[in-house]
């Protein structure tokens, strides 16, 4: 068996020794959210773990009621005029703990005297020793090149945060439901998956998401990118309609990412127009009229609250993006032309 | 000539009318940045305001050294729980001023009594009655679908924002020479531009781009997808190397910005990864050093300073769109599917 099933056959295990080794170190984290001076969250990261970034800016955003950004590295390292962080909270999302670009901005924070969060797979990394606190990921060693259980064990410490932060019973309880969850979505994925051959020799595909599965469509699309090489890219609904729909050509692969939710209707939306221009459709959802009208459907497991749903949700992306990678005869675990860890400025 | 062509051409001439009318304007709203609890500014935008917000995120992020967000509309209209804004002031950036998402958020931080802005080309939109200020983009009605001047109007506006807002007599003397570098790099565009035929039938492109130039590579990217329907998509060269290189192709075009400046060895290191994929690489830029490493030569005006190339960056992009579209036989003023004014939330 490859790295990366064995990796994604252990994520509930992953997930479950996170939650049952790190609720303290989350709980001490979590008091970083409470100083009094915090007015927003700033968060660095690169590939997956910016997928994960985007999950915290709505779940994190949510919990704090404060805006939550994204930092822009090269004015740390190449314009050398980073901003002011005067009321940032600054969060470093990596596996590896090395990248460069990520660290910067830490480093900074950290000289200007702001509180400073890494979510890090590896306690010694630079990363690690550059924040104020540390929430290990524990996820154990990953060997695939794409990430999958570092990936939801990222997810799974966001999640702790909120839970731990807003001192919140029903979202602990909810939460220590997930490594179930979680098992019982890879074997319903990795058991009777809907015929894929037919999307084999597509040149790409589009993901559509929104909310906190936004980053869900990210992290699908970069998990079938890697793997399977295949040009496919994520959008929101509205940022598809803004322009970029133009491109959905005939025939062409949509997966729309809707479990049940708030966000879910407008989701739905894009369904007619992406009909009207000939797209294949791909639905992952547990909602039964959102598979309807889908050519294939990749089953979520029904009972996971919205704000947990993206930790189940990206598993049909993972299976989808293993299963084309072998469909097209490529290497699961090194994709061609990429490194475990990727070091940028 | 189709409305595209002809309103490309205006762009020079609508931004002297920009500078000309709305100097005093931008003055005023320049003067919201110097309240004394802004920690951050905090942008709306949709289609190519997002890429014009990118830019504010460089430039106006070096100006104030305050970092910049962008906002997540969903938190507003779809969760009802839009964060508290405390520190912000808040930027809409919309053509139209139709669009309900980007009025939405900015409904919600004048109602928590936060200063907010308006960058709009209709001063009677909802966008613009939502707003404390408004700075006007002057670019007279634009027809075709896609947007050309006003898009380059709103760089210049958030340029003209930046001169205003730190009374930088150099700043204003090099925005001042911008609409004649803008015209002589239309001039430069539209006459002896590279052959394309040998990209009309490719399947898309990837564009890649950095710091002040990164909105750039975004609204490039959207104009060729727009226009000529190839699936193209933008990567900061960072982010493409954390994995979604791996989609690139022998024969796969790359579109490399990289005008001179601190950002361009940043650029110039993702080309030997990309020679080594085999990729076509055509370059945007005013260097020798990059031009020649590439297969198509975009040429840029040479002596624009770093911080204002991105309105002369974008054409040799508008002018490569125009000439696909015209190339695969496709309507430049109405691309299939798409409208003028985007309504979403």
């Known amino acids: 068996m490859s790295w990366l099933e064995t990796e994604l056959r252990e994520q509930p295990e992953a997930l479950q020794r996170l ?3 790190q609720a303290e170190a989350a709980r001490g984290a979590a008091r970083l959210f409470h ?3 915090i007015r927003y969250l700033l968060i660095a990261s690169r590939g997956s773990s910016s997928n994960v970034a985007r999950y915290a800016q709505y779940l994190l955003g949510r919990a704090h009621r404060v805006p939550v950004m994204f930092a822009t590295p090269s004015l740390y390292t190449i314009y ?3 901003p002011r962080l005067d ?10 703990g090395a990248s460069p670009d990520v660290v910067a901005v830490l480093t900074e924070a950290r000289d200007q005297g702001r509180p400073t969060l890494a979510l890090t797979n590896d306690v010694e990394s630079p990363l690690a020793r550059a924040a104020e606190a540390v929430l290990p990921l524990e996820a154990g060693r990953e060997q695939a090149v794409a990430a999958t259980k570092t990936y939801v064990n990222s997810l799974g410490a966001v999640a702790l945060l909120f839970a731990e932060a807003g001192k919140d019973s029903t979202a602990r309880a909810e939460l220590a439901r997930m490594p179930d969850a ?3 979505q890879i074997e319903r994925s990795l058991h009777d998956p809907p015929p894929l051959e037919e999307y084999r020799d597509a040149v790409g595909m589009t993901v559509v998401a929104r909310g906190v599965n936004y980053g ?4 699908i699309a970069l998990k079938i990118r890697e ?3 295949l040009v496919t890219e994520a959008y929101s609904p509205a940022d598809l309609m803004h322009g970029p729909i133009a491109a959905v050509q005939p025939g062409w692969p949509v997966v729309v990412v809707a479990p049940s939710g708030p966000a879910r209707p407008s989701v739905e939306e894009i369904v007619p127009p992406l009909r009207a221009r000939g797209a294949r459709l791909v639905a992952v959802s547990d909602v039964r009229a959102v598979l309807r009208r889908a050519r294939t459907r990749l089953l979520l497991e029904p009972g996971v609250p919205e704000w947990l749903s993206p930790l189940t949700a990206v598993v049909p992306g993972q299976v989808t993006a293993m299963r084309l990678a072998a469909l097209r005869g490529l290497d699961l675990d090194h994709p061609t032309g990429l490194r475990k860890v990727t070091l940028t400025r």
Chains 1, 2 share one sequence.
């Open 19 to 21: 939650f049952d080794s």
């Open 35 to 37: 100083r009094r001076d």
């Open 80 to 82: 050398g005029q980073p």
């Open 87 to 96: 009321g940032g909270l600054v969060i470093g999302i990596s596996q590896s």
């Open 182 to 184: 979680l098992a019982s």
């Open 216 to 219: 869900t469509g990210f992290e």
């Open 227 to 229: 793997l399977s090489g």
